[in-house]
């Protein structure tokens, strides 16, 4: 029986396959080109320091995170190497920028015009990355915004334009075309900043085409173990497990139901286990009726609805049947983020993402 002291489930970090991971990318793109590590939202559910700490002693030159406080958390451990907001300049959080070092990706006008008039007040040109948004309208410079820009680069001394990046839309589907039009948008725009450093490629992107990688990749998902190029085998390894216990095992009669709103009937005598895992766990409620667990290897399907804490699967056919206190897989050897979101119907992200702090974290 596995020892989960007062937990519910354990999760583990394989730090070195992280580092595995981190070395495929430098491998693939060479020595000439940079990768950046995106630790965004807590490093993909992972836990940013251990991830950081990690990446840094694998050289990791240049950080990405999702908004302001999640680079004030990285700089509560981490002061030197360089991280860079994608969410922009926050309107009121400028000085925070400087205050801690922190390097702001402007994506609008307006962020260009508040980084610059920083700079003139404090009499220096400030770091910056430019966001050009080549079809994702999302976050980054529409093409009129960017024209301007570049008409008007002598008016912004302010700036000190470090990095040009943009962000694919479609990277993970093999052959779309907005791929290959995008690059070409980010190009031309890059063809005016000769001194910056470009960067273009996400996880999928960057083995879509090695003209794509530029100066700098910015892989995420595929650093923890997500397969980044869903059309064949998944060329990562991976990161995460996570492992969670029975609470107890009852036998089922023919005619009777199970979990909320019952939608799960029984049509014979049946014997089910029940986990402590539940969408406040993280275990979404998508993957109720739908997902598998594993015990010791053998599939046990999911039986009516996820609830908050709890999940019901099917033990019936396995011998030896499990005890109480056992382990049951989540992820790990047998099922990996994105078999797990395959069953979801949604992707590996969110499940990562979805990870609480509920359970133990193990970094190994
Ligand atoms: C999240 C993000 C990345 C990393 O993308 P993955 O698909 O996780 O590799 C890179 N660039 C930007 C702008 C992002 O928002």
């Keep these: ?47 940013l320091q251990p991830v950081v700490e990690t990446l840094v002693q694998e050289q990791c030159p240049q950080f990405f995170v999702a908004t302001l406080d999640e ?11 360089p991280v860079a907001v994608l969410g922009g300049l926050f309107i009121g959080g400028e000085k925070e920028y400087l205050k801690h070092n922190i390097l702001p ?22 770091p910056s990355i430019i966001h050009y948004d ?38 993970d589907d093999k052959n779309h075309l907005m791929t ?20 273009l490629a996400n996880s999928s992107g960057l083995f879509r085409d090695d003209a794509y990688h530029h100066d700098m990749v910015r892989p995420g998902y595929a650093l923890y173990g997500g397969n980044p190029t869903p ?45 402590a895992l539940g969408y406040a766990d993280g275990f979404i409620r998508a993957g109720s009726s739908k997902a598998t667990l594993y015990y010791k290897g053998q599939p046990c399907p999911v039986f009516g609805r996820v609830s908050m804490d709890l999940i019901t699967i099917g033990i019936e056919h396995l011998n030896p049947l499990p005890q109480v206190g056992d382990a049951i897989e989540v992820l790990g ?13 949604t992707i590996g992200y969110e499940i990562l993402t979805s990870l609480t702090e509920r359970y133990k974290r193990v970094f190994i």
């Design 231 to 275: 059309e064949t085998q998944n060329p990562m390894n991976n990161v995460v497990s996570l492992d969670t216990r029975i609470l107890q095992i009852r036998h089922t009669k023919k005619g009777e139901t199970i979990g909320y709103s019952a939608t799960h009937d029984f049509d014979k005598n049946s014997i089910t286990a029940t986990v």
């Design 105 to 126: 990706v402007l994506n609008t006008s307006d962020d260009i015009d508040r980084w610059n008039a920083l700079a003139v007040e404090r009499g220096k040109q400030l």
């Design 1 to 47: 029986m596995r020892d989960f002291g007062p937990h519910s489930g354990v999760l583990s970090i394989d730090l070195g396959a992280l580092s595995q991971n981190y070395n495929i990318f430098k491998k693939r793109v060479g020595s000439h080109v940079e990768v950046a590590g995106v630790v965004k939202a807590n490093a993909y559910g992972v836990g």
């Design 134 to 171: 080549t079809g994702m309208n999302r976050l980054g410079l529409s093409a009129d915004e960017a024209t301007q820009f570049c008409q008007r680069l002598n008016d912004y001394q302010g700036i000190d334009t470090q990095i040009i990046m943009s962000h694919f839309a479609c990277a």
């Design 180 to 199: 290959p039009e995008q690059a070409t948008r980010f190009s031309e725009f890059a063809k005016y900043f000769p001194n910056a450093k470009k960067s």
């Design 333 to 345: 050897e047998n099922q990996s983020v994105d078999d797990l979101a395959d069953a979801c119907g």
């Design 71 to 81: 680079a004030i958390a990285f700089r509560s451990f981490n002061q030197n190497t």
